[in-house]
């Protein structure tokens, strides 16, 4: 009798303790669910607190947007023509005009080329003794003689080095624009300066030790959109 009353006994504990367990466990169980619930719904509210409208109104779809680089160029180039006239910065008060391909551009200096435009196919060059491609003309002229601006337009840089020496680069709109190198460091225009055909840009000097074979001359580059062109495609042909 004793023994069956102990095994009830410890049967009885061991039924009570796994139920304690499992209860245990549950209560646990729901705990972690109600605050990851609880969590849940805090994220989401301040998320929610954080979102604000956007106004489209005003955004364009990208291909209404009809300005190009070239229009925006020449527009920049139109308004400092402007500006620069308005400044009487310009030797007369006349408007300037843009260049395009119907026009024709003045000759810089008068003068023999010495050395031609070639830009696809090697040309000897006297000073280098080796044949390389060429941008520019390069046209024979004594030194001090005055250098003119090809076409209307606007002094964009002035710099130095020991190739070309003093160099002077003009924008004339529309993608045009003309260098001219080999020049005496006493210029007649500055940077920003809106010139005429024909105004005086500076005067040959002597040549860089780069060029040296050819003698006094001025090398003229004309560029079409950053691209080289022939010069004599778009000067004015000879009487």
Known sequence: MDNNENYNKKGFYTVLYTLAAIFIILAFGISILNSGNSGSNDNEVDFEEDISPVDKSNVKPLTTTETTTKEVKAEAV??????????????????????????????????????????????????????????????????????????????????????????????????????????????AVSEGEAIHKGDKIGAVTNPTNYSVALGPHLEFAVFNNETATDPKLVLAQAE
């Open 78 to 187: 139109t308004e400092a023509i402007t500006q620069s006239t308005a400044d009487n910065t310009v030797s007369d008060n006349g408007e300037l005009s843009l260049f395009d391909d119907s026009q024709e551009m003045e000759w810089p200096v008068s003068g023999q080329i010495v050395m031609d435009y070639s830009n696809d196919t090697g040309i000897y060059d006297r000073t280098l003794e080796q044949y390389r491609t060429n941008d520019s003309i390069c046209i024979s002229a004594d030194i001090g003689t005055e250098v003119c601006a090809a076409s209307d337009g606007i002094i964009t840089s002035i710099t130095k080095d020991k190739i070309s020496g003093v160099t002077v680069s003009v924008d004339h709109g529309n993608g045009w624009s003309s260098t001219y190198s080999q020049l005496d460091e006493n210029l």
